[in-house]
């Protein structure tokens, strides 16, 4: 119940193509879900993040669609560039409990050019 | 030092060493935690401290130990470890503890080889 199932575990795709990783979980009093982006050798870094009041959120070439009813939440990069080559995490957690973020496993993204 | 750094970046020890990671952030966070990176698995939290106080510790074994000493540092010390322990180890900050709606800030990480 407290897994977060992320997919697929990697991701090649051509320069300006349109890279979707996703994600699901079970437990419905989850509210808040981040996705953060790791570059080989560095920490990861916030990315994006959403609420379920909302079923999509954009920043720049980053999305997030968020199915409250189907449990699965969705990083969608348009226009996808090689300096996007990185590890994506999902995550989740539960801030009226006030638990720790729970992360998914990773998509390595390889965007060629 | 802007961020989060920790120390060593890379790190080999014997299963009999005693050796320490040492995270400090210059961000005026409250909170910090130790996570633990190994490939193909989620991240994985071991310890989480509030205004300098463990509120977290998920069944990590006695092994690894930390160590708060003040709201900028955290330390994981190291003791008869395993080799499957080998793994980087991330130190983040925030600026609230577990509540989390905002942004966890983590270091570049410390690679842990146990030989």
């Known amino acids: 119940q407290q897994q977060v199932k992320q997919s697929p575990q990697s991701l090649i795709v051509q320069k300006g193509g349109i890279s979707i990783i996703n994600c699901a979980y079970e437990?419905?009093?989850?509210?808040?879900f981040p996705w953060y982006q790791q570059f080989p050798g560095k920490g990861p870094a916030l990315l994006i993040a959403?609420?379920?009041?909302?079923s999509e959120k954009k920043e720049g070439r980053f999305t997030i669609s968020f199915n409250k009813s189907a449990k699965q939440f969705s990083l969608h990069i348009m226009d996808s560039q090689p300096g996007d080559s990185a590890t994506y995490f999902c995550?989740?957690?539960?801030?009226?409990?006030?638990?720790?973020?729970?992360f998914g496993k990773g998509t390595t993204l390889s965007v060629s050019s | 030092e802007t961020g989060v750094t920790q120390t060593p970046r890379h790190l080999v020890m014997g299963m009999t060493n005693k050796k320490s990671l040492k995270c400090e952030q210059h961000?005026?966070?409250?909170?910090m935690y130790w996570y633990k990176q190994s490939a193909k698995k989620p991240l994985e939290l071991m310890f989480v401290?509030?205004?300098?106080?463990?509120?977290e510790n998920n069944s990590v074994p006695s092994r690894f130990s930390p160590e708060c000493p003040n709201s900028s540092h955290l330390f994981l010390h190291l003791h008869t470890l395993q080799p499957e322990d080998s793994a980087l180890y991330l130190c983040?900050?925030?600026?609230?503890?577990?509540?989390?709606?905002?942004?966890?800030?983590f270091g570049e990480g410390s690679r842990l080889t146990v030989l």
């Open positions: 995550a989740a957690s539960m801030i009226q409990a006030g638990t720790a973020l729970i």
């Open positions: 437990n419905t009093a989850f509210d808040y």
């Open positions: 961000l005026g966070h409250n909170a």
């Open positions: 959403i609420r379920p009041d909302v």
């Open positions: 983040a900050s925030s600026q609230e503890g577990l509540a989390v709606d905002g942004e966890l800030f």
């Open positions: 401290y509030s205004l300098e106080e463990r509120v």
